[in-house]
C-alpha cells in the first residue's frame, strides 16, 4: 500500500489549486473522503461555485489556513483497503447506478415551463408580488423568503430559474428523492435520510466603489447571462 503524507500546508496549498474530484482521484479517494480529510485537520474548502467562477475570469474569496504554523502530518493511503476510513461512501455507487439507469431523467432545461410541479408554481406566484431590492446584498435582485426554494436572481433570469427549478424537482422525483420544502427552503433526501439543500443564483461580479464617506467597499453585480444552483 502507497502511503502519502503532506503537511497541513502542503495539502491546503493542494486543495485551493485543484478541483476537488481531480484531486479526489489523484488520491483513489471520493470527494466526500478527502472533504472528510480537511474536516478533521481544520484545513478550508473551496465554497460551491469557486471553479466555476474562475473558469469564467470571475474574482473568487481564498480561505487563509487557520492555524497555519501548527505541523501535522497526514497520512492520506493511496491504494484503498477495506480497513481503509476513506473508502469511498458505497451509497455513491448506488447514486451513480440509479442516475445511469433511470431513463425518465431529463437533463436539458426546457425553453418553457410544462406542467410544472406544484412547488414551482408556488415559486412562481410568489416571485410576481416581490420587486427588486436595492438595498440587499447583491444589487437589482429578487430574492425568495422563507418556506420557498431559495433563488436570488435578476427579473431577467426569473422565469430561466423556474425552469431550472422545474428540471431539477422532476428529476431528483424520478430518481424517487424525496423533496421536501422546509422553513430554510427546497431539501432533497436521497439515501439513509442523506439530506442536501438546492438553492439558484445568479453568478456575480464583484466590483469596488467608493462610498459618500470616501471609504471603498465591494458590491456584488448580477452578471445577468449565468445562473447556477446548488
Known sequence: MNVLI???LELYEKIWSTPMVVLAKEFNLSDNGLRKICK??????????HWQKIQYGKKTTVIKLPNKNKEEQIKININQSKSSPYQQDPKIDLISDSIKNNKHLVLKVSDRLIKPDIIVVNTQNYLKEIKPDAYSRIKGTVQTGRGIPSIIVTPKNISRSLRILDNLIKNFRALNYKVVLKEEGLTIIAYEDDEMKISIREICNSVQVETDFRWKTRELIPNANCIYWD
Open 40 to 49: 478533521k485537520h481544520n484545513i478550508p474548502t473551496p465554497l460551491i461555485g
Open 6 to 8: 503532506l503537511t497541513r
